[in-house]
């Protein structure tokens, strides 16, 4: 037995010793290691520094920590750490700092003060399942080397003065502004700001104008979500370089676009003006309003757009004539089957449009075939005739009826379709022969046609 251990031992040494003849990577220069390390996840980059004191203090000097009280076993560990890694007496650089907060947002200040000291790029900071919204320190809003700013549940209340002279890329979600004189001047504090994403909830009625002004922004999107008793008074977009707008938007009474819109940019509209009638009455309350927005937005070549824009500018035609939507080729919209006549409506104002994506909702009764029979050749829109050529339909909801219906009018009205995509839902296979089957029956005003069915996937 005696000898047995030696012989555990002696090879135990000699393992130890070759893996020290061996562990070239430490010979590695500093940078060098500190880059191999900036690509592990925390917890593996301190595994990894075990291997060597040299490599366990290496890694307090990485360029990018992601920093989660998630991954520590208490409170106090959390903050340790932050304290070690974010001490503002180091000189290295630190380019991304991520912080996820759960509890305790005491030490914020202190990290973010260094990080900007230390000449932070990246910062994304979200501070979950607190009371209160953390207060960020005003070194936040004039750090000199600011590239990407992400913000998820914070107070800006120290934003009194802005210059952030470096950041493109900002995405605030659930935050807090004392006053909207706050936001305005955050974005147009940032002269070469490219990328704008505002996520907000309204808890009260307080009356919230959201003015956008950049001369650089290209790409915004706005998410305003509505909560009860809550109101906003609108949304003002002054961005001349604008390629790529999305709005999710059901709250604001008005929305204002001050620069149209330019042809190659990217339109995904989902907003119902704050109605929830939609007939002539209530929409002539707002009919100047939503002329401007419609002819602002009138140049796009690709736009998605909610049912109930669609209702809105459909009911606002009659009320005064639809701008010409010449440039677009592109139109992905929400319907319900009930909705025919007002899309067919809309794409009057579409005569070049070459491909059409519809997504269908409702019951295989809101399109009696006596309503279909009764759409008059006054609804044909010209794209139909001259330059509609793709069509993708999404059936999230079995409908076997309404769908046929719709598709039936579609193959037989659209004279150069080329493709017609059909997105089915969770059909037997009984139910999809026999939904081929009757395809196959229907008359195709276009020759060279041809049908795709596939199942629904969920994006």
């Not at 490599?55 to 070690?84: C, H, I, Q, V, Y």
């Not at 994304?124 to 990407?148: F, I």
């Not at 089957?437 to 046609?449: A, G, I, K």
Request: neutral net charge; glycine residues 2%.
């Amino acid at each position: 037995m005696v000898e047995r251990e030696k012989e555990i031992q002696a090879t135990s040494e000699g393992l130890s010793q070759r893996l020290k003849e061996e562990d070239r990577i430490s010979q590695l220069p500093d940078p060098l290691i500190c880059h191999i390390l900036s690509h592990l996840a925390l917890k593996e980059a301190v595994k990894t520094s075990v291997i060597s004191t040299r490599w366990r203090s290496l890694w307090l000097w990485l360029p990018s920590l992601e920093l989660a009280w998630s991954k520590f076993p208490n409170s106090n560990a959390f903050m340790s750490f932050g304290d070690t890694f974010l001490d503002s007496n180091r000189v290295s650089r630190i380019d991304n700092l991520n912080v996820t907060i759960d509890n305790d947002a005491s030490h914020l200040t202190s990290w973010i003060d260094a990080a900007v000291k230390r000449k932070v790029q990246h910062l994304d900071l979200c501070c979950r399942r607190l009371n209160r919204y953390p207060e960020l320190p005003a070194s936040t809003y004039t750090c000199e080397t600011l590239v990407s700013l992400k913000l998820d549940r914070a107070d800006l209340a120290n934003a009194k003065f802005v210059f952030l002279p470096c950041l493109k890329t900002l995405h605030l979600e659930s935050i807090s502004y004392p006053n909207e004189a706050i936001f305005e001047r955050l974005v147009s504090s940032c002269p070469v700001l490219e990328e704008l994403v505002m996520v907000t909830s309204v808890f009260d009625d307080n009356a919230i104008h959201f003015r956008v002004f950049s001369r650089s922004l290209k790409k915004l999107k706005i998410n305003i979500r509505k909560c009860r008793y809550s109101s906003c008074s609108g949304v003002v977009i002054d961005a001349p370089l604008l390629r790529f707008l999305s709005i999710n938007d059901d709250l604001s009474e008005s929305l204002v676009v001050i620069n149209k819109m330019h042809p190659d940019a990217k339109l995904d509209i989902s907003t119902s003006f704050d109605f929830t009638v939609f007939d002539e009455e209530t929409i002539s309350l707002k009919r100047n309003s939503i002329h401007g927005f419609v002819s602002q937005i009138s140049n796009v070549k690709d736009m998605k757009i909610s049912r109930d824009t669609v209702k809105v500018i459909c009911q606002y035609s009659t009320l005064g004539s639809l701008p010409q939507f010449g440039n677009m080729s592109r139109l992905s919209a929400a319907i319900r089957y009930s909705d025919l006549k007002e899309l067919l409506t809309f794409l009057t104002s579409c005569p070049n449009l070459k491909s059409l994506i519809l997504v269908c909702f409702g019951t295989y009764d809101e399109m009696p075939f006596e309503e279909m029979n009764q759409i008059s050749l006054s609804y044909m829109p010209e794209c139909l005739l001259s330059s509609l050529e793709f069509i993708d339909f999404k059936f999230p909801i079995r409908g076997y009826d309404a769908q046929l219906k719709i598709i039936r009018y579609f193959l037989e009205n659209t004279t150069i379709l080329k493709e017609l995509t059909l997105r089915l839902p969770n059909y037997s296979i009984r139910e999809k022969s026999t939904f081929k089957e009757e395809l196959h029956r229907m008359t195709r005003c276009s020759s060279e046609c041809d049908v795709v069915v596939l199942d629904l996937v969920f994006e």
